[in-house]
């Protein structure tokens, strides 16, 4: 026979509920919320329900309801209840709580969620790299959280010294915590030794390591050697700190940052939050040379180690090597470039960077098109070797149209390698279509995004290809070459002005006119009226 008189039921409580409803609905709200609390007590699973609906609206409300409760723990009951109210004065209710009856259950789940709270407001603050975002969209760390955790410490050690309470090891563990919050991190060692002493749940003696790695972290205020091998240590007993407990990831990351920012190890810095591929949109020159200094060591440290080492195996070297020829291929410094790059042990690993060849000639810019047919696809060092010789030859040669054919050949390597045409992956790693658009507004180039901390840099430099096409054209004897030098010249200063020119200034169209009246008798300028439509309007106009 099933039971029809399970004595408390649920159901008695559902009805309850219904008749607190019932209550407040005609008035009644003192007896409406002395019926909430019994159900807040009794019945977990109405239990939010009840903190929802419970409303007292005046002191007098609330003395006349303590009146009807029928002892001290009914009324320990009413202060939790109340205490779970957003407006609440939560530490001033678990006062009373404690007051009222020591061993309530409800004195240590208020004020393990309270610690929660005060950990999001306080644990890593200083050196949290979020905090701008917490204090802009969640309003953390709150106003009084420096207040609020120094008043719950302040509870709490009356707890523990009057041992009135059930679990003495619990409390003392939350002493120990919130001495941690709140920056006492010598008492709060001296907390945690006395509660290892004491605690006998497996699940405090987790939390209490939890604990005591946070305040260890927290403590940290100098990166030295031995704070790296401890790091180290961490990282790799991940079983027992950070697969368990991943938020350690967070903070042991920010920690790290802090306190290499702190003693100047930028390098350092950057890789506690980025990966190596993170400095290709920008590779800031001091970066890349302490990393490379790094892979340079004799003496490098195991944390050093970690940070150098990709998941193959490999060390960055090479990749950092590729980033700072990177850098000066792209301010045109070939020599320091070339040489940088004969720091990979040997040359087969150049082919692992791209292969390229900027020298095709295009009426019209194609960012994506593939390299012609017609040409030799090379990798960087040899590119560099290319352009190298051609610009000795460019000077040395004694014929003036195998000069001018030098120096277009080499303006047309540093033009194709820029953000406006196809080789741009020979001195660039990202580069965005939309950069263009706002040239004028960002005049050193570097543009925000997600893909790197210090931006991303585009190539917008044309004048080193302007400077060789300006002189293959003054050079040559020869028109078409004269015209297409021209032509790629006008490209150049067409480039600058959408980067550099001001809003009132004139488009310039000083090659487009040397191109009518020097060039208009050859096969390539009718080419261009064909092809070339911007050139095409201009013409029209006279």
Same mark, same amino acid.
């Given at each position: 026979?099933?039971? !029809?008189?399970? #004595? ?77 109210? &957003? &407006? ?142 401890? !790091? ?14 991943? #938020? ?27 990966? !190596? ?21 004799? #003496? ?50 150049? @082919? ?11 009426? &019209? ?35 003036? &149209? ?101 809003? @009132? ?15 208009? #008798? ?21």
């Amino acid at each position: 026979m099933p039971k !029809i008189d399970n #004595d408390p039921s649920l159901i008695e409580y559902w009805i309850m509920g219904h008749k607190a409803g019932a209550l407040q609905k005609t008035g009644k709200i003192v007896e409406a919320a002395y019926l909430y609390s019994l159900i807040f007590a009794n019945c977990p699973e109405k239990r939010e329900s009840a903190i929802r609906s419970f409303k007292i609206n005046t002191d007098e409300q609330w003395g006349q309801c303590l009146l009807l409760c029928q002892n001290d723990k009914e009324r320990a009951t009413l202060y939790a209840l109340r205490a779970h109210k &957003n &407006n609440s004065r939560l530490i001033v209710e678990m006062k009373d709580i404690y007051q009222l009856d020591p061993k309530n259950a409800y004195l240590e789940s208020l004020a393990l969620g309270e610690t929660k709270r005060l950990e999001k407001d306080l644990l890593g603050y200083t050196f949290n790299d979020k905090k701008k975002i917490n204090k802009k969209y969640f309003g953390l760390p709150r106003k009084n959280a420096g207040e609020n955790v120094i008043q719950l410490l302040t509870f709490v050690q009356q707890i523990v010294k009057e041992k009135k309470t059930k679990r003495q090891d619990f409390w003392k563990i939350l002493e120990g915590y919130l001495e941690v919050l709140s920056g006492d991190y010598y008492y709060a060692k001296e907390s945690f030794a006395k509660a290892g002493k004491i605690v006998t749940n497996d699940t405090l003696k987790l939390q209490l390591k939890v604990f005591e790695l946070a305040l260890e972290i927290s403590s940290w205020d100098k990166i030295t050697p031995k704070i790296e091998d401890r !790091i180290v240590e961490i990282k790799r007993d991940k079983e027992k700190y950070l697969e368990k407990n991943p #938020d350690f990831n967070d903070m042991l990351r920010d920690k790290m940052a802090w306190l290499y920012h702190n003693n100047g190890d930028e390098a350092k810095a950057f890789l506690c939050y980025n990966a !190596i591929t993170d400095l290709r949109p920008n590779p800031v020159l001091k970066i890349v040379n302490d990393l490379l200094d790094i892979t340079e060591k004799k #003496d490098i440290t195991e944390i050093e180690k970690l940070m150098i080492t990709k998941p193959d195996g490999t060390t960055i070297r090479n990749d950092v090597i590729d980033m700072k020829a990177n850098y000066f291929l792209s301010t045109f410094q070939i020599e320091k470039a070339l040489e940088i790059y004969k720091q990979m042990p040997d040359e087969t690993y150049w @082919d692992k960077y791209g292969l390229f060849n900027p020298f095709a000639e295009r009426i &019209n810019d194609c960012v994506n098109c593939p390299i012609p047919d017609s040409l030799t696809a090379l990798n960087k060092g040899d590119l560099m070797r290319l352009i190298l010789n051609k610009k000795l030859e460019s000077v040395s040669e004694m014929n003036k &149209n195998k000069a001018a054919l030098l120096n277009y050949q080499l303006g047309l390597a540093f033009y194709n390698m820029t953000y406006f045409s196809y080789a741009w992956k020979a001195m660039d790693y990202y580069r965005s279509d939309v950069s263009i658009r706002s040239a004028r507004k960002y005049k050193d180039a570097i543009f925000p995004t997600n893909l790197s901390p210090f931006g991303n840099k585009e190539n917008f430099d044309c004048r080193e290809a302007l400077k060789y096409f300006n002189k293959a054209r003054i050079l040559t004897t020869n028109p078409e070459l004269g015209a297409k030098a021209a032509f790629m010249a006008a490209k150049c200063e067409q480039n600058d002005y959408y980067v550099n020119g001001a809003p @009132d200034q004139k488009k310039p169209h000083d090659n487009f006119n040397i191109l009518m009246d020097q060039f208009k #008798d050859t096969q390539f300028y009718g080419k261009l009226i064909n092809e070339c439509r911007y050139f095409n309007t201009y013409v029209s106009k006279f």
